[in-house]
Structures are given as structure tokens and as C-alpha cells.
């Protein structure tokens, strides 16, 4: 089976723009997950879909917002970007059931300027 | 809330050496364990999982045990290479309503192995 994929894996922004990212997850998988990992705080859980729902929400602005399609494909966006979400944003998939381990995709490197 | 806590790195050993990292958890109920791994500019790749205590997750020569009674998920392996350099995490499986769940992730080991 082909892994999650994330598109774009890097990308350059200036403050004040908003930004999508996009996640597709392994074929048969209906959750997404969401994770933000900066040098500072570490790996941060953003927000969960499952089946187009947003189950779990971490503590993030309302900036930080996402989407679930009907084929299990998310995007999540930021807007009004700051410096401080310069970061390495991380999605992952698994089936939503079972033994809680997710799959993640290598990551789209966002810097903010 | 959940919580994990791994030992402070960086960790650097010479190759064939026994490597330990240390991980300790805070939860309610029943989490399940896990041991992520990541090479530089590259995502997490699951290293192996405990889904209950005394549960032994094990994967590429890596061990761990799942040990309720001391909230542990120490990460071991007898001899390491030059290639397990990379920053290792340990994960909880937090569970909320709906069945929704996260990811909690310790602060991540730099692991350097040398020839």
C-alpha cells in the first residue's frame, strides 16, 4: 500500500498570507490526524477527522482549521500567518479503530518570513 | 492530562554498544505504548507498539516492554548501528469522546551512534 502523502513538502510565506496543506491518507484508512512539530514545544496534536467529523481538537487558534473530503483526503489551513507557525506539519493516518497507532506522511515544511 | 517523559538527550555511543532510553508515562486507563522514530527530514515512522502491560513491542532489534506498575516504555537494543542515528520518540494513544483519538509524544531522544 502506498504511505500517507503530503503535498506541498516545503513552502515559504510571509506573515499576514494563509496557506493549505494537504494530506492523503493510506487507501482504506478514515482518519486524519493533524500535528504541528516545532524545536520549541515539540510534536503537537492539532486536530483529528474521522469520516469527514473533526473528533479532537488540540489547543490551537481558531486560525488553525482543517477539512475532511469523502475520500478521506484533508486539508488543513492556517490564516494570517505569524512567524511562530514556522514548523514542520505532520499528518497521519490510521483506521480509526483499534490499537491507536498512526502512519505519518514525511511532512510539509512551512517557514513564514 | 496524559503525558510523556523520555530521557534527555543527545545520546551518543559508539557502534555495537547496548543503547537505553528511557520513557516514562502519565495516564488514566489503559494506553496504548509506542516508539516512533525519525531521520533527519523525514516524518515518524512506527517503531513498534504495547497495547496492554507486560506487552513486549519489538522491531529491527529495538525492545519494549510495557510496564504498568512503573508507568515505563523503556526503548532498548543490544548492539546498534550507524544507521539508528535519529530522534526517537515515545507516544500514548489518548482517547477521547467519539472515539477520537491522539497522539501525546514525549520531547524526542537525539540518538548519534559512531564507528
Known amino acids: 500500500k502506498a504511505g500517507v502523502t503530503q503535498t506541498p513538502r516545503y513552502l515559504i510565506k510571509t506573515r499576514g498570507q494563509q496557506v493549505t496543506l494537504s494530506c492523503s491518507p493510506i487507501?482504506?484508512?478514515?482518519?486524519v490526524s493533524w500535528y504541528q512539530q516545532t524545536p520549541g514545544q515539540g510534536l503537537q496534536f492539532l486536530f483529528e477527522y474521522f469520516s469527514e467529523t473533526q473528533r479532537n481538537k488540540g489547543n490551537f487558534p481558531g486560525r488553525f482549521s482543517g477539512r475532511q473530503f469523502s475520500n478521506s483526503r484533508s486539508e488543513m489551513n492556517v490564516s494570517t500567518l505569524e512567524l511562530g507557525d514556522s514548523a514542520l506539519y505532520l499528518c497521519a493516518s490510521s483506521p480509526g479503530t483499534g490499537g491507536g497507532e498512526q502512519y505519518f506522511g514525511p511532512g510539509t515544511r512551512l517557514t513564514v518570513t | 492530562g496524559n503525558s510523556v517523559t523520555q530521557m534527555e538527550g543527545p545520546v551518543t555511543l559508539s557502534e555495537e554498544a547496548f543503547l537505553t532510553i528511557n520513557c516514562t508515562y502519565t495516564?488514566?486507563?489503559?494506553?496504548?505504548l509506542f516508539w516512533y522514530v525519525q531521520y533527519p527530514g523525514e516524518g515518524l515512522q512506527l517503531l513498534l507498539k504495547a497495547t496492554k502491560a507486560d506487552d513486549k513491542g519489538s522491531n529491527k532489534g529495538f525492545e519494549a516492554t510495557y510496564r504498568k506498575e512503573t508507568t515505563s516504555f523503556h526503548l532498548e537494543k543490544g548492539s546498534v548501528q550507524v544507521s539508528d542515528s535519529a530522534v526517537y520518540f515515545c507516544?500514548?494513544?489518548?482517547?477521547?469522546?467519539?472515539?477520537?483519538?491522539?497522539?501525546?509524544f514525549g520531547q524526542g531522544t537525539r540518538l548519534t551512534i559512531n564507528p
Open positions: 487507501s482504506g484508512h478514515r482518519s
Open positions: 507516544a500514548l494513544s489518548d482517547w477521547g469522546i467519539q472515539g477520537a483519538q491522539k497522539l501525546v
Open positions: 495516564a488514566t486507563g489503559y494506553p496504548s
